[in-house]
């Protein structure tokens, strides 16, 4: 047995990420079969915590589009034989936040993820499937070979993180809100410390792993949750984001006031659309469940991969 390399690459605003991922390498860094070097990115310079309005919404073009601001290159390392690379990052807009995106396109971080063993480890409000298929695809053109993806998100009513998440982004307080009929914000502190259970299983399979076995170590672990009902509406949004980032692009520099006007309209057909679309097609999707059982279980098998849900997670 020899001791296997681990390169954990992350970043977090409110600490938040950060606590799952130290979570996670606990029992990793505990093993005196694995060696972990531990990366921050650091943007070059800072994102407001917490968000004023206007740069929170005026930050979804660039995001979407993958043109992020640029991090702190110099901090990562050059190279390293990694056995395993934990890149973790959060959602923005239904893309991965810029530092990860920065961090892909960097020249060290595209060399230290090429041809790699890959996990991903993403920390979010609870819509992630349409940012890690725009992971995967930038993961594939490095030859980068994803071998898990564990996912936690606020386990909250999808309608009170709705209301919970942007609070908590743009006031830097978690809640509960409105005199606790909203409850806090964030990811569940009590699932944050038993993600260490990932981190065990992790421990106690890589040391032994052949270099050319890719196949997950967390599988039946329920490493991610599938909510089949948020997929249409991931689809539809993603599209959305995609389409009016572009012509946002197109009217200006982020904070630039022609920008700020189309900005304000787009927030509102934004708004207007997510109390619409989301739980209109939650509810053609729960109606038309029965018809499409099969079709739903190859989506939740997709999205799932690799690590795949709890054994026994049949529904939601
Ligand atoms: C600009 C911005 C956009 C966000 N968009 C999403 C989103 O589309 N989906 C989601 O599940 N969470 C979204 N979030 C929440 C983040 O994924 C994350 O949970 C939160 O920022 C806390 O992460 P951190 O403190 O570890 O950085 C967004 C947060 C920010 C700041």
């Given at each position: 047995m020899t001791v296997k390399k681990v390169l954990a690459v992350g970043w977090s605003q409110t600490g938040q990420l950060d606590a799952v991922l130290d979570a996670v390498l606990g029992p990793l860094e505990a093993s005196s079969s694995v060696a972990v070097t531990r990366v921050q990115l650091r943007p070059l310079q800072p994102f407001p915590f917490p968000w004023s309005f206007w740069r929170f919404f005026d930050t979804f073009p660039e995001t979407v589009h993958e043109d992020p601001a640029p991090?702190?290159?110099?901090?990562?390392?050059?190279?390293g034989d990694y056995d395993l690379v934990i890149l973790a990052w959060q959602v923005w807009f239904l893309s991965p936040a810029m530092p990860i995106t920065a961090f892909l396109q960097s020249e060290r971080g595209r060399r230290l993820v090429r041809g790699r063993r890959v996990m991903t480890l993403i920390g979010c409000r609870n819509m992630w499937l349409m940012a890690q298929e725009t992971f995967k695809a930038r993961l594939r053109e490095l030859d980068a070979r994803l071998v898990d993806n564990l996912v936690l998100t606020d386990s909250s009513h999808s309608a009170a993180t709705f209301i919970s998440t942007p609070a908590w982004m743009l006031s830097g307080r978690r809640g509960p809100f409105l005199g606790g009929l909203v409850p806090a914000a964030g990811i569940d502190p009590a699932e944050i410390r038993a993600a260490s259970h990932f981190g065990e299983a992790i421990a106690r399979q890589l040391?032994?792993?052949?270099?050319?076995?890719?196949?997950?170590?967390?599988?039946?672990?329920?490493?991610v949750k599938i909510n089949e009902r948020l997929i249409a509406s991931e689809r539809i949004a993603h599209r959305s984001f995609r389409l009016w980032g572009a012509l946002l692009r197109r009217v200006g520099r982020p904070g630039a006031l022609q920008r700020r006007i189309v900005l304000a309209l787009y927030v509102l057909f934004l708004v207007t659309m997510i109390i619409t679309v989301v739980p209109i097609t939650a509810v053609i999707k729960r109606l038309t469940a029965p018809l499409m059982r099969a079709r739903i279980a190859r989506q939740r098998a997709y999205y799932a991969a690799p690590s795949g849900e709890a054994e026994n997670s049949g529904k939601n």
């Open positions: 991090i702190d290159e110099s901090a990562l390392p050059e190279d040391p032994d792993r052949a270099a050319d076995d890719d196949s997950p170590m967390l599988r039946g672990l329920g490493a």
